[in-house]
């Protein structure tokens, strides 16, 4: 087990500077970036150092790879039915990356195998919706957010890249790369979401039995509220507005925790109920 990999939200953060305009079409050097993640999904193989003359320059330009890779996925991982948003301090411009179906699993799961490259455990809060945040003239406020929730849950976030090495690009280009997703696993809801208070929850992460990280809250981004109403508002821009039923993941509360295959990971966090994933 390799521990103590930095959380994957300095891998990029820093370079991220908005507004974005999702309305430029992509470069041909960011249609190739974009061929290239597929096509190391499809054949099963991992990319190298990307030239930095075809890596994205600007958030604009990894949004709009990740939007190209999302759409082109749909046909084997299924819709979007979630995101993961996360920040690397509680002032700092957040980021985010949509999510596919077949990505995102409910209950103590064992993972299919070759599913991820990488096993990169975090613990996380999801929260999942119960209206629809389409876009609209007037942004969506924090009021609004609250009412929409209808659940809360621990999950684990497995850290995944399509590259041969974890950390090794661009902020970036990680980004881009489904700002390094590969699975979400949650647990069972709590409903009186409203009494959790992320900041201040216990957070255990359990290996093979072993605690090797037991402390209090632990998310860089601090309160995921401001995250979930800056969500609403880019999704909805970028064409993948959240939706009743929606997943969201709010960034690692422990880092990110590189372990084998046939690691059995669990999650305790504050009243949630625990969660756990098998990795093949």
């Known amino acids: 087990m390799q521990r103590n990999f930095p959380t994957h939200h300095h891998l990029f953060m820093s370079e991220v500077k908005m507004e974005t305009d999702f309305s430029s079409p992509l470069s041909d050097t960011l249609v190739e970036y974009s061929e290239l993640l597929l096509g190391a999904r499809k054949n099963g193989h991992c990319l190298q150092q990307l030239q930095a003359s075809r890596a994205p320059q600007n958030v604009e330009d990894a949004y709009a790879v990740q939007d190209r890779v999302a759409n082109a996925l749909i046909s084997s991982l299924g819709s979007i039915q979630g995101w993961k948003v996360g920040a690397p301090t509680p002032d700092s411009e957040p980021f985010c990356a949509p999510l596919h179906q077949k990505t995102i699993f409910s209950g103590n799961t064992k993972l299919p195998a ?9 613990a996380e809060i999801v929260y999942i919706f119960g209206a629809s945040l389409p876009l609209r003239s007037t942004p969506w406020t924090e009021q609004d957010i609250r009412k929409s929730i209808i659940s809360a849950h621990a999950a684990i976030e ?5 590259f041969c090495k974890p950390g090794s690009q661009s902020g970036l280009t990680h980004l881009a790369d489904q700002g390094n997703h590969g699975a979400l696993i949650y647990g ?17 992460l359990i290996l093979n039995g072993k605690t090797v990280i037991d402390h209090v809250g632990g998310n860089s981004a601090g309160d995921p509220m401001r995250l979930l109403v800056w969500l609403a508002n880019h999704a909805a821009k970028r064409g993948f507005p959240i939706q009743a ?8 509360m422990t880092g ?10 669990e999650v305790q966090i504050g009243p949630l109920a625990q969660v756990s994933v098998t990795l093949p």
């Open 158 to 162: 497995i850290f995944d890249t399509r």
């Open 114 to 122: 070759g599913l991820c490259r990488f096993y990169g455990v975090e």
């Open 245 to 252: 039923g929606t997943v969201v993941t709010t960034g690692s």
């Open 256 to 265: 990110t925790e590189f372990v084998s295959a046939g690691t059995v990971a």
């Open 188 to 204: 069972a809801p709590l409903t009186d979401w409203q009494r959790l208070v992320p900041v201040d929850e216990p957070v255990r």
